[in-house]
């Protein structure tokens, strides 16, 4: 899903590390043999790890084998390009040095799920339809294929709008999540409040990218049809509101990632909100609202406290990780118990949401949380799960593609120019289709 690192990083952690790959065609027949001693897992970086670690370690016992993770960051498309050289020898490979497992995300999944190098996990993993029934349909449509599962995930990613409470007593006169709600439920709205930001002194965005994803993912259409790419009406929203933001400071010129845009989320930020999805607020958000991260996550420390989520403007997702099973690993009965326990186990679910906050991939489990009196201290006493529950339901994967990622972040770069004043609008589209015509060959527009 996400969570892009900063710096370009290969490492190979021994005990538990990351595989992701892709590769030439490899028959998988060896689902009945005697399961290998080693499981490759790869990805772009430890939070996998970190899941695996807290909930299924003792899987490995139970079958007498060595996890070893293989992590490869995102940046520069890395990762894949690592994958995809690791799964193009996977016929050659021995048994232990093959990929057994590797991590994928939404915007370049299809490129795998329709490869030979995904296993179908109902027919060759083993789990059962009734095994995977509470998983959200859109977390299976992303990575399914002609009727065929190629992954499954822990996480359901719906997105909210994370705005500070103290900033919107001050502004709007209230901090309730469902009169805020009100003020922001839709875009003309949303602008009507940037503007009463911007006169009392606050920002409503921190940059360019913050609400590129709830746009991006309420297109009418995909990015390529019969592979001519076309820029749909809400792309062009996005770039017009993301302008007049900048041009009327109502953001601070930030992009997604940057030290400053960290900043904003914290302590001394002027910043009213953040579109986040549920990896973004447990994992981020909190950590950047911290005045001193070295101390207990607490009220007292920094901002820890003073956000509050909402709808926002339109239902959308941000991220998600997704296990898949690469054709031709020796260790198909661990893949099977790793991606029940991780994906499918109610228990499992509940406790991962409960311990880290996150929103997780069964929806009995997260019904049950939001019908409690769960409550997150860091939101303000809020019972965020409740909000995701609806969202989740909401979210729409019709127009996925496997040029996704691509043609989002080349968007994005060349727009950042316009918005900066360096080109002008038609002079950064055309550099968009410049560079896409470098990555992508094939399409046209």
Not at 186 to 191: A, K, R, T
Not at 254 to 272: A, C, H, I, M, Y
Request: glycine residues 6%; aromatic residues 12%; negative net charge.
């Amino acid at each position: 899903m996400r969570k892009k690192m900063v710096c370009m990083v290969l490492a190979v952690l021994t005990a538990c590390t990351f595989l992701c790959g892709c590769g030439s065609k490899v028959k998988n027949d060896n689902v009945d043999k005697k399961e290998g001693k080693v499981v490759n897992i790869y990805s772009w970086n430890t939070e996998f790890k970190g899941i695996y670690e807290a909930y299924a370690k003792d899987l490995a016992k139970k079958h007498g084998v060595d996890v070893n993770f293989i992590v490869v960051t995102n940046d520069y498309s890395a990762y894949q390009t690592n994958l995809d050289e690791a799964l193009a020898e996977q016929d050659k490979a021995i048994d232990d040095d093959k990929v057994d497992i590797f991590l994928i995300e939404a915007d370049y999944a299809s490129k795998y799920v329709k490869s030979d190098y995904t296993l179908d996990v109902v027919k060759d993993v083993g789990l059962k339809k009734e095994d995977l029934s509470q998983q959200y349909q859109y977390t299976k449509d992303i990575v399914s294929d002609n009727n065929l599962l190629k992954g499954v995930s822990w996480q359901a990613t719906p997105g909210l709008f994370a705005y500070r409470r103290s900033i919107a007593k001050k502004v709007l006169g209230t901090d309730d999540p469902n009169k805020v709600q009100e003020k922001l439920k839709d875009w003309n709205s949303f602008d009507k409040v940037a503007r009463q930001m911007n006169t009392a002194g606050y920002k409503m965005l921190s940059g360019y990218d913050d609400a590129f994803r709830t746009f991006s993912n309420n297109m009418s259409g995909p990015w390529v049809e019969n592979n001519k790419i076309r820029i749909d009406d809400s792309m062009l929203r996005w770039v017009k509101q993301t302008k007049e933001y900048t041009d009327k400071n109502y953001n601070n010129k930030t992009t997604l990632w940057s030290p400053r845009w960290s900043k904003d989320q914290g302590p001394e930020g002027n910043v009213f909100g953040f579109f986040y999805s549920t990896w973004g607020i447990n994992f981020t958000l909190k950590g950047n609202s911290l005045a001193d991260k070295d101390k207990k996550a607490e009220k007292g420390n920094g901002i820890y406290g003073d956000y509050a989520v909402c709808e926002g403007p339109q239902p959308y997702y941000w991220g998600g990780t997704w296990i898949c099973a690469a054709n031709g690993s020796d260790n198909i009965p661990f893949i099977k118990d790793l991606m029940y326990r991780l994906t499918c186990d109610l228990d499992t679910m509940k406790k991962i949401t409960m311990d880290t906050l996150d929103y997780t991939n069964n929806q009995k489990a997260m019904e049950e949380i939001a019908d409690s009196d769960y409550s997150s201290d860091f939101l303000g006493g809020q019972n965020h799960i409740a909000l995701f529950a609806e969202a989740a339901k909401k979210i729409d994967m019709s127009n996925i593609t496997e040029y996704d990622s691509g043609l989002n972040e080349k968007f994005q770069s060349a727009m950042h120019d316009y918005f900066d004043g360096k080109v002008d609008y038609d002079t950064a589209l055309d550099n968009f289709y410049g560079e896409i015509k470098k990555r992508y060959p094939k399409l046209s527009h």
